[in-house]
């Protein structure tokens, strides 16, 4: 059984867009790529056509990866309860009294200039449920550290 994935409705479009990209303009220009490269000869040692089809591959790959996503997703908005939840940005201070905020999400809802902290992270996980002014630690590579919440507001994207 496949777990659910939480996205953004800004999420879920960009994932949508990117493949109905793939499945069209993407398999035709692969398909050029790989006609050209057949045009050069001998198959045995064409490097231009083994690099076609890896990337035709790799592209495959990708289209099952953002299907299995978007059909195993939940496109929903944030509810606000005050506590840290999926879709949610937690305001944070760390031990060194630094102030970071986590966009408490998934990596498909990844957004330029925030810092992500999926739920199934170290970090991610430690503040689920956590409340402003709670204390919360969590273990990492490096040892355990420790953040306070300082404030939680739902992510608007």
Do not use: C
């Not at 939480?6 to 398909?31: C, F, M, N, Q, S």
């Not at 056509?49 to 890896?54: E, G, R």
């Not at 060194?96 to 809802?109: K, V």
């Not at 999926?118 to 991610?124: E, I, L, R, W």
């Amino acid at each position: 059984m496949s777990e659910t994935t939480w996205l953004t409705p800004a999420a879920y479009d960009k994932l949508v867009e990117e493949l109905e990209h793939l499945t069209t303009e993407g398999r035709r220009a692969i398909e050029q790529r790989i006609a050209e490269a057949r045009e050069h000869g001998d198959l045995r040692e064409n490097a231009e056509y083994d690099t076609a089809k890896n990337d035709q591959g790799l592209m495959e790959a990708r289209i099952r990866q953002l299907k299995h996503i978007i059909e195993n997703s939940e496109v929903r908005e944030a509810e606000d309860s005050g506590l840290v939840e999926i879709g949610t940005v937690a305001t944070v201070v760390d031990e060194d009294g630094y102030e970071l905020e986590y966009f408490i999400a998934s990596a498909e809802n990844k957004v330029p200039g925030m810092i992500l902290a999926s739920p199934t992270s170290p970090v991610g996980a430690a503040l689920l449920g956590a409340a402003p002014g709670e204390e919360v630690s969590y273990e990492a590579p490096g040892g355990t550290f420790g953040l306070t919440v300082k404030s939680v507001r739902i992510f608007e994207g």
